[in-house]
Nanobody, 124 residues
């Protein structure tokens, strides 16, 4: 079992930046691939980014590629999502997610654990 807690959301103007953090507790953080999803009002939850257990591989959706960067610090049990050049369409609740096998499975929507979510609002 692992618990995920996100932080770092907030209100930012278009073109601005935010960094989300996801702190994991419970089982050894390094055994999990970590990822980020988001859900805008009236829309389905969608994949944003994922990172392999060793941080050797990352995955991004086309909507955020080149603007968002995911990373992890296994010594701190923390995953990050650096979001640059934010757009109003990035407004959503962002969820941290974990998969016990691979980031590729996270990209496919296979999630073993979810965080509670953090709101990101981008004003135009």
């Amino acid at each position: 079992q692992v618990q995920l807690v996100e932080s770092g959301g907030g209100l930012v103007q278009a073109g601005g930046s935010l960094r989300l953090s996801c702190v994991a507790s419970g089982r050894t953080f390094g055994v999990y691939a970590m990822g980020w999803f988001r859900q805008a009002p009236g829309k389905e939850r969608e994949f944003v980014a994922a990172i392999a257990r060793s941080a050797s591989t990352t995955y991004y959706s086309d909507a955020v590629k080149g603007r968002f960067t995911t990373s992890r610090d296994n010594a701190k049990n923390t995953a990050y999502l650096q979001m640059n050049n934010l757009k109003p369409e990035d407004t959503a609740v962002y969820y941290c997610a974990a998969n016990q096998q691979s980031g590729l499975l996270l990209r496919g929507g296979s999630v073993d654990y979810w965080g509670q979510g953090t709101q990101v609002t981008v004003s135009s």
